[in-house]
């Protein structure tokens, strides 16, 4: 079945660091692939999405780009904010399967 | 504000009780989705409807039964409760099906059952 792998946390940066979260994930087909943010205490949102190989989703300054060939959509930013620190969900939609597959979250902390 | 709204925001209750959880989904969305957040089990898929119809089933127990309504707002049930229920339950929505639609989440119900 699907599945998605992404880096264990906590991640702790200090403001404008560099951040990645690496993402790999197994789906059959071609799935798209999502981030989403869950700030503290809050419900889930879209971070940014890509829909096929080679596509690059960006918002609000992070980015990550849909490589098919090993099977990875890596979260970056080039310098974080404190107001960044959440938790992070790699997720992809695949298939027939109209589901939300969720890696396990990774808990980032931006310190000023 | 993704435009989901969820009630109540927090239920305490007590083994083998039953409870419902409300969604109403984003204006003109058609397809309404059901999470379940653990610390053990992460994000986990329930169950979808789509315009009214029941179209996938995730990890979901016999105890849990969902209905979308006509109105297209959405109740969760579940019932004889046990301590391993207690989790933060996510309802979402979505305009369509296909796989590049995009879901939105509401803010969660937290259930904890004493």
Not at chain 1, 86 to 103: E, H, M, W
Not at chain 2, 26 to 34: K, M
Request: glycine share 10%; hydrophobic share 30%; aromatic share 12%.
């Amino acid at each position: 079945g699907d599945s998605v792998t992404q880096m264990e946390g906590p991640v702790t940066l200090s403001e404008e660091a560099f951040l990645t979260i690496n993402c790999t994930y197994t789906a059959t087909g071609y799935p798209s692939l999502f981030w989403y943010v869950q700030y503290p205490g809050e419900g889930l949102q879209l971070l940014l999405k890509a829909t096929k190989a080679d596509d690059k989703g960006s918002n609000k300054g992070f980015e990550a780009t849909y490589r098919k060939e090993t099977t990875s959509f890596h979260l970056e930013k080039g310098s974080v904010q404190v107001s960044d620190s959440a938790v992070y969900f790699c997720a992809l939609r695949g298939g027939s399967n109209y589901k939300l597959t969720f890696g396990k979250g990774t808990l980032l902390t931006v310190n000023p | 504000d993704s435009g989901v709204t969820q009630t109540p925001k927090h239920l305490i209750t007590a083994t083998g009780q039953r409870v419902t959880l409300r969604c109403s989904p984003r204006s003109g969305d058609l397809s309404v989705y059901w999470y379940q957040q653990s610390l053990d089990q992460g994000l986990q898929f329930l169950i979808q409807y789509y315009n009214g119809e029941e179209r996938a089933k995730g990890n979901i127990l016999e105890r849990f039964s969902a209905q979308q309504f006509p109105d297209l707002h959405s109740e969760l049930n579940l019932s004889s409760l046990e301590l391993g229920d207690s989790a933060l339950y996510f309802c979402a929505s979505s305009t369509g099906q296909g796989r590049s639609y995009e879901q939105y989440f509401g803010p969660g119900t937290r259930l904890t059952v004493t």
